[in-house]
């Protein structure tokens, strides 16, 4: 097989139908057809810019039971500004 790739999945925005169930699809595709490890951020934008990052390990079995679950597994907001949070060179 070719090189390991890891991807990340946030949602963001606040809430909607599907988000479920398209986590859910992506790590299906990513783990089923092309083997990548998968990587949840938890807490939207928050989450991604905390340090250490938010996140925890996607794998089909954590996934195979969301679609009849609402809202989404990862946690959202609609709030806050995504470009606020300072750069490591101060910006």
Known sequence: MGEHKRI???TSGG?????????RAVVHRAVGTYGWEVLGIRQATQGLMHHPPK????GIDKVD????AGGTVLG???EGNPFAFPM???T
């Open 8 to 10: 990340g999945i946030l």
């Open 15 to 23: 809430d909607c139908a599907g988000l479920n169930a398209a986590i």
């Open 55 to 58: 996140v925890m390990p996607l």
């Open 65 to 68: 039971s969301l679609l009849t």
């Open 76 to 78: 959202t907001t609609n």
């Open 88 to 90: 490591p060179d101060g």
